[in-house]
Nanobody, 122 residues
Framework: QVQLVESGGGLVQAGGSLRLSCLAS??????MAWFRQAPGKDREFVAA????????RYPDSGKGRFTISRDNAKSTLYLRMDDLNSEDTGVYYCAAAREVVLRREPNGYDYWGQGTQVTVSS
């Protein structure tokens, strides 16, 4: 079983930045991702990364203001978020998968963190 613990969320003003972190308890995973969920909405794919080579995948709309990265030595995943706006408010979840294929669907991931709240004030 892999445990994922997110941190770094909080309250930020519009236009500000945040960096989320996700610590994984095991290295028996091949890819990781960030999803977010706003109140009353479905869970939304934000970004994914393959741990062995750093290959990334973003939504079809493009990378935008978010950047995913990882530090394998620290077993930590990051999400850098810039120029935040109120539509970015929600719970951000870290996810991990045993397979190397980068999925955009939530059901493509085997493990999930508890989530960290991001609130952007306008």
């Amino acid at each position: 079983q892999v445990q994922l613990v997110e941190s770094g969320g909080g309250l930020v003003q519009a236009g500000g930045s945040l960096r989320l972190s996700c610590l994984a308890s095991s290295r028996s995973i091949s890819s990781m991702a960030w999803f977010r969920q706003a109140p009353g909405k479905d869970r939304e794919f934000v970004a994914a990364i393959r741990l062995r080579d750093g290959t990334t995948r973003y939504p079809d709309s493009g990378k935008g203001r978010f950047t995913i990265s990882r530090d394998n030595a620290k077993s930590t995943l990051y999400l850098r978020m810039d120029d935040l706006n109120s539509e970015d408010t929600g719970v951000y979840y870290c996810a991990a998968a045993r397979e190397v294929v980068l999925r955009r669907e939530p059901n493509g991931y085997d493990y999930w963190g508890q989530g960290t709240q991001v609130t952007v004030s306008s």
